[in-house]
Nanobody, 111 residues
Framework: QVQVVESGGGLVQPGGSLRLSCTAS????????KGWYRQAPGKQRELVAV???????KHVDSVKGRFTISSDNAKNTLYLQLNSLKPEDTAVYYC?????WGQGTQVTVSS
């Protein structure tokens, strides 16, 4: 039974925007720490942003000012808004609720 579903990836030109969504069942969504990670080809998976206890947000330096993590508790959905995208943002993006991972969604930034 699928309990975490991601969507929103795609191909976008440099400077473009995407919004990633991740919906989870109630028991999983209630995790105190929710986050987005990414894994580029040949590289390790890395943290992008987290939201803690529904309010405190942290973004890694490479995405600060461009990406924004948020959550909608009424919809059991975690979001990642990606603006001013760069080719180096190309990766598979994963959401994570506590110890539960999403299946990943591909983001490709290319002209």
């Amino acid at each position: 039974q699928v309990q975490v579903v991601e969507s929103g990836g795609g191909l976008v030109q440099p400077g473009g925007s995407l919004r990633l969504s991740c919906t989870a069942s109630g028991s999983i969504f209630s995790a105190l720490v929710k986050g987005w990670y990414r894994q580029a080809p040949g590289k390790q998976r890395e943290l992008v942003a987290v939201i803690i206890d529904g309010g405190i947000t942290k973004h890694v330096d490479s995405v600060k000012g461009r990406f924004t993590i948020s959550s909608d508790n009424a919809k059991n959905t975690l979001y990642l808004q990606l603006n001013s995208l760069k080719p180096e943002d190309t990766a598979v993006y994963y959401c994570k609720f506590g110890a539960n991972w999403g299946q990943g969604t591909q983001v490709t930034v290319s002209s």
